[in-house]
């Protein structure tokens, strides 16, 4: 997760790109991995040139 989150936010490709994040809450209650998803959310979240969607914003372009 933190190798993927990384290589999208250090591309420097012109096109536009989507880094989907999708699953269950419940996953991390079995897993004990809330720490590590909130540590996730901070690196990839407050950059000014990403756009944060919902799915239907991403997904259905509304």
Do not use: A
């Amino acid at each position: 997760m933190f190798e993927v989150g990384k290589k999208f936010l250090e591309s420097k490709s012109g096109e536009r790109q989507i880094l989907y994040v999708w699953g269950h809450s419940y996953e991390f209650d079995i897993h004990n991995t809330w720490d590590r998803f909130e540590e996730f959310l901070k690196l990839i979240s407050g950059h000014d040139d990403i756009f944060y969607g919902t799915n239907r914003e991403v997904l259905l372009g509304e």
